[in-house]
Nanobody
Framework: VQLQASGGGLVQAGGSLRLSCQAS????????TAWFRQAPQKEREFVAS???????FYADSVKGRFTISRDNAENNVYLQMASLKPEDTAVYYC??????????????????WGRGTQVTVSS
């Protein structure tokens, strides 16, 4: 299976971006999928997740600004980001858990990772 994140770019503070996670070889709707991000000199952190049945969960730092969703027909998971702040600047990664059991909001819970996409928010 391969995961490909796309949609990153440079945006001014207050702007919006939509990230896409495209999967090949797996049907994303069967598995919990999450977005993480990693800023320079910082650890990778949880951003948002969506379960196989559509339940969503967000980090407090993005709640109310970011929305995670699925397009099962396209086998995509999206992260709609609004009201972006400079502190949202990071490389964003999508990840999938194909193991049994529910994931926690941490890196160890997800076993499949894609390459990241850079998001830069200017002030």
């Amino acid at each position: 299976v391969q995961l490909q994140a796309s949609g990153g770019g440079l945006v001014q503070a207050g702007g919006s971006l939509r990230l896409s996670c495209q999967a090949s070889g797996r049907t994303l709707s069967h598995y919990p999928t999450a977005w993480f991000r990693q800023a320079p000199q910082k650890e990778r952190e949880f951003v948002a997740s969506i379960s196989w049945n559509g339940n969503t969960f967000y980090a407090d730092s993005v709640k109310g600004r970011f929305t995670i969703s699925r397009d099962n027909a396209e086998n995509n998971v999206y992260l709609q980001m609004a009201s972006l702040k400079p502190e949202d600047t990071a490389v964003y990664y999508c990840a999938v858990r194909t193991l049994t059991g529910r994931p926690n909001a941490d890196v160890k819970s997800y076993n499949l990772w894609g390459r990241g996409t850079q998001v830069t928010v200017s002030s």
